[in-house]
């Protein structure tokens, strides 16, 4: 609790989507906040976790992010760049640059939002170049009832595919605007999480 209260946030506004961005330690961490509510539980655990990492850190809003479907047509199959223009371009190299990637999402009917989930199509790129290979990623998911364990292992799934090692879930019941804030418990759990991740990168980076 203390570590978490201690955390000292200088935010650096940025005028694209990539809403957040701070500079600290030799790592670089990105957050995937697949939540469509602004400035909701999922945010604000992701938020949590990546100030606790003590790492430079940037948050992507998958809301404020136009990202399209993928439409199957396999050029990243064959060596090439993805051939759809939106918000997913700028977002191939900052994940590639990254050492750990968290990913956030609500939970809908057991399954990662329709945000979250389209970021995970447009990452089929990495499961053929293997760029995200031997990087540490973790997720954060936020049910108001059931369906969390089915969400994270979706989350698992979709690290293990890429080749990245698997930190573990911090998992958060949530119904009302900032539950998670107060729930002190889950808030130590993304931060020992985080840290787990950031221990992870470290022997892969040896």
């Known amino acids: 609790g203390k570590r978490l209260e201690g955390v000292s946030v200088a935010w650096n506004q940025r005028r694209s989507h990539f809403h957040r961005f701070q500079r600290r330690g030799e ?4 957050g995937i906040c697949g939540t469509p509510r602004e400035n909701g539980n999922t945010k604000i655990l992701l938020e949590s976790a990546m ?5 430079t850190f940037e948050l992507v809003e998958l809301a404020k992010t136009e990202i399209k479907p993928c439409n199957a047509c396999m050029d990243c199959q064959k060596g090439r760049a993805c051939p759809i223009e939106d918000g997913m371009k700028p977002l191939y190299q900052k994940l590639a640059n990254a050492d750990i990637v968290f990913v956030a999402t609500p939970t809908y ?3 990662p939002t329709a945000q979250t989930k389209a970021f995970m199509d447009r990452c089929l790129p990495f499961y053929f170049d293997r760029k995200l ?4 990623g973790a997720s954060f998911i936020i049910a108001s009832s059931d369906g969390q364990e089915h969400n994270s292992a979706a989350l698992r799934e979709f690290f293990d595919q890429l080749g990245m090692l698997y930190a573990g879930s911090a998992h958060a019941k ?8 107060r729930d002190l418990k889950v808030l130590r759990e993304a931060a020992e999480l985080a840290v787990k991740a950031k221990e992870l990168r470290t022997l892969t980076k040896r």
């Not at 949530?174 to 804030?181: F, I, L, Y």
């Open 27 to 30: 790592m670089n961490v990105i």
């Open 51 to 55: 100030e606790a990492s003590g790492e």
């Open 109 to 111: 009917f057991s399954a």
């Open 133 to 136: 290979a031997g990087k540490v």
């Open 174 to 181: 949530a119904s009302e605007p900032r539950d998670v804030k």
